[in-house]
């Protein structure tokens, strides 16, 4: 038995407090100058000899379900592994066995040829990401699978390059030049060795997935090496090999499942509340069972876990604008309504009694009636040179306002405010008529702040109705999404053989269990 996660709960909170610490900006947010990327999937039929492995797979598995092969002997982890590696070539399986000429790893030659020659001129570049059977001298390789073969085409060795044999930090350099300059027009590696640093899209047209690795962050590191700024191709391809009737497909689909989970997490989206964890590197039994047999029924589980979950994300979405609309019809639209109509109420008060004034009349500045414009000018000067605190303080009264200063230490300069009501802020500098020429366009402007409260007003009250019937919408598609998850744990439980194994045997009578509970209570 091993103890693991089965299940992350409270998915909102989490993502809320890791973004205390952390600021996400994925590549959809930062809308970076990136070529497009053009996905094309391409499957094969497999031979005869991959559909009678791939049953034999299930034969083993049946096996291990019931006991009779040692853990260390074989595995479910074992049996995923063969069955990659019956997915991307069968003579991985056994050297001996002849090759398939339809295989994906010939289908990814015909297209690397194909590529290669068209884009002679260009010296375009090529990557091919194969994570399993890496260059060895003794036994069967795709590596040199897919080199011999592009030898025997004409390309020269020059051009063909292998991650593996750069071995050192000054060695990637060497090559990731050569790749850069055209020079070296394919390279092939493993993502491990070929992900992260490989800085190499200057020429890049297009790269080749030959199998499917784990995790999505894989996946998404191969793609990055060619989506990525600094690529002088607008358009680049992406191929993705399939072997049909393998663990190629359901494989692709699992982490299609995982990238979902942490793309949840990764944007700005809301999250459902809770997800299974998906970190586990191999098939269920059932599983195993279902793809063998080659169950139709895998195809409709797996169209259906997409369903769901895109369903899924889309209730949580709707929960979310729900319950955000409910704390705005509550607490915001009220507050904020009251604090509108609160400063209108203060702006009609505090324009009832003002007058226009053309010209300069009169200024009180510490109990100092002032007449002269220019002498106004530099007392209000001399009142801020003495006090550089950032509390309001009264300095006298300018057509019926209240006048304070105070100093903001951030931006290093003096505001003036103005309250009779409500506080008018207005910024003051060095010029002796230009301060008095502000605080005049603060109190001329009262009338347009009342006017632009009022449409703020019967804004928010829109808004606040238009709240009031969004929130009692319904989720327009829960009858979509119910209908969906029946379907799928039908499906589930018809996958899930392995419930109706090794039944225990139940045949023993209610006395005989009290007779023998009773007998070892008396022992004790």
């Known amino acids: 038995m091993k103890t693991r996660f089965s299940k992350f709960f409270n998915l909102p909170e989490l993502i809320n407090m890791f973004k205390e610490v952390a600021d996400i900006k ?12 053009h996905y094309q999937n391409v499957a094969v039929k497999p031979s005869d000899i991959q559909k009678e492995l791939v049953e034999s797979l299930g034969e083993r598995a049946q096996k291990i379900r019931d006991g009779t092969v040692d853990p260390h002997e074989d595995n479910m982890l074992k049996i995923t592994n063969d069955g990659r590696k019956l997915a991307l070539d069968q003579r991985l399986i056994n050297e001996l066995l002849p090759e398939n000429k339809n295989s994906k790893v010939n289908a990814c030659i015909k297209n690397i040829l194909k590529i290669y020659h068209e884009t002679v001129e260009e010296k375009s570049t090529q990557l091919v990401f194969c994570d399993m059977s890496t260059p060895r001298n003794d036994v069967f390789n795709v590596y040199d699978e897919i080199r011999n073969k592009l030898l025997e085409e004409g390309i020269p060795e020059s051009e063909i390059a292998y991650i593996h044999n750069a071995k050192t930090d000054v060695k990637k350099k060497e090559l990731f030049s050569k790749v850069r300059e055209g020079k070296v027009r394919i390279l092939i590696g493993s993502t491990g060795k070929m992900g992260a640093g490989t800085n190499v899209q200057e020429r890049l047209i297009a790269i080749h997935d030959l199998d499917c690795p784990w995790r999505p962050s894989d996946l998404e590191q191969r793609a990055g090496r060619i989506v990525r700024q600094g690529n002088r191709n607008k358009d680049v391809y992406i191929y993705r ?13 699992l982490v299609e499942n995982k990238q979902k989970f942490i793309g949840q997490i990764m944007t700005s989206k809301s999250p459902v509340r809770s997800a299974e964890d998906i970190d586990e590197a191999s098939l269920s039994y059932a599983e195993i069972k279902a793809l063998a047999s080659g169950n139709p029924k895998v195809k409709e589980k ?20 729900k319950y955000d609309l409910e704390d705005r019809i509550i607490k915001y639209y009220p507050q904020k309504i009251k604090s509108i109509k609160t400063r209108i109420e203060g702006l009609e008060n505090d324009i009832k009694d003002l007058k226009p004034q053309k010209e300069f009349q009169q200024i009180k500045i510490k109990d100092m009636l002032i007449v002269d414009k220019k002498q106004a000018g530099n007392a209000i000067l001399l009142a801020c040179k003495g ?4 509390d309001k303080k009264y300095i006298g009264e300018y057509r019926g306002f209240d006048l304070y200063i105070q100093f903001n230490s951030l931006s290093q300069y003096y505001i003036m405010s103005l309250k009779k009501e409500l506080y008018y802020p207005v910024e003051l500098g060095n010029d002796v008529y230009g301060n008095l020429t502000r605080i ?5 402007n009262i009338p347009k702040s009342l006017k632009v409260e009022r449409e703020l ?15 009692e919408k319904p989720f327009e598609k ?7 998850l029946k379907k799928l744990s039908k499906i589930n439980k018809e996958l899930d053989l392995d419930k109706k194994e090794n039944i225990p045997d139940t045949s023993i009578q209610k006395g005989d269990k009290e007779t023998n509970r009773n007998k070892r209570n008396l022992e004790r």
């Open 302 to 321: 797996m169209e259906l876990d997409t369903k769901v979950s895109k369903l899924k994300l889309a209730k949580a979405n709707y929960l979310s604008q």
């Open 26 to 37: 994925t590549a959809d947010m930062l809308n970076l100058p990136v070529p497009n990327a």
């Open 440 to 444: 005049d366009n603060a109190i001329e």
């Open 387 to 390: 006090y550089d605190g950032q």
């Open 241 to 253: 090999y399939v072997t049909e009737g393998t663990f190629d497909a359901y494989l692709y689909q």
């Open 478 to 484: 829960e009858d979509e999404l119910n209908d969906a």
């Open 457 to 471: 007003l019967q804004n928010t009250l829109q808004q606040l109705y238009n709240a009031e019937l969004e929130v």
